[in-house]
């Protein structure tokens, strides 16, 4: 079956890091980018950036750029999504999604992040 | 930048037809894409560049593209198609090229 599965829900403290990941299945990340999607409990999606796993090459919405770190390791085909220093207001689902021809056409289960001190 | 606007919510009986529309000064010459968010469950394309439905899309679900306006259209609504919809462009004439609307609730009373 195609799917990207995601790591499952973390809980952290202000100020740790933290690496969550998307794999994908039945597929390989090679030949799509992969974007990251953040939606913050009760509210709407915000396109976060994407990164093309052939080369790890990136675009960060200003919103993220410096906040986060994308990465990805071919030999696995996998995605990750960075964190060194967490904030409370970093709390909020994240989405990983194929992208095919600008759109979205297959997505992650969504990975929760919850910060709290 | 590119603001795609749409309504907080759209309600229908079942049997009927829900149009949920999309709009945005930069949409013209873009395509527009349509999610499906039911609760707890991650987002489905349901169609794609304006009017293509991906597979396993029930024939129900139907796009349109008129100058800055999109829609998404759901007929013969079903009480599972109740979830939040949202569009997408990419718009490469911004910072940010990926842009979701605001999302509509579809409540199927």
């Known amino acids: 079956e195609v799917q990207l599965v995601q790591s499952g829900a973390e809980v952290k403290k202000p100020g740790e890091s933290l690496s969550i990941s998307c794999k994908g299945s039945?597929?390989?990340?090679?030949?799509?980018?992969i974007t990251w999607v953040r939606q913050i409990p009760g509210k709407g999606l915000e396109w976060m950036g994407r990164i093309d796993p052939a080369d790890s090459y990136c675009d960060y919405s200003p919103s993220f750029q410096g906040q986060v770190t994308f990465s990805a390791d071919k030999s696995t085909s996998t995605a990750y999504l960075h964190w060194t220093s967490l904030k409370a207001s970093d709390t909020a689902k994240y989405y990983c999604a194929r992208t095919f021809n600008d759109a979205f056409d297959l997505w992650g289960q969504g990975t929760m992040v919850t910060v709290s001190s | 930048s590119s603001v795609l606007t749409q309504p907080p919510s759209v309600s229908v009986a079942p049997g009927q037809t829900a149009r949920i529309t999309c709009g945005g000064n930069n949409i013209v010459s873009k395509g527009v894409h349509w999610y499906q968010e039911k609760p707890g469950q991650a987002p489905v394309m349901v169609v794609y560049?304006?009017?293509d439905r991906p597979s396993g899309i029930p024939e129900r679900f139907s796009g349109s593209h008129s100058g800055d306006t999109a829609t998404l259209t759901i007929s013969r609504v079903e009480a599972e198609d109740e979830a939040a919809y949202y569009c997408?462009?990419?718009?490469?004439?911004?910072?940010?090229?990926?842009?979701f609307g605001g999302g509509t609730k579809l409540t199927v009373l």
């Open positions: 560049d304006d009017n």
């Open positions: 039945g597929f390989t990340l090679i030949g799509y980018w």
């Open positions: 997408q462009v990419w718009d490469t004439t911004t910072d940010h090229p990926g842009v």
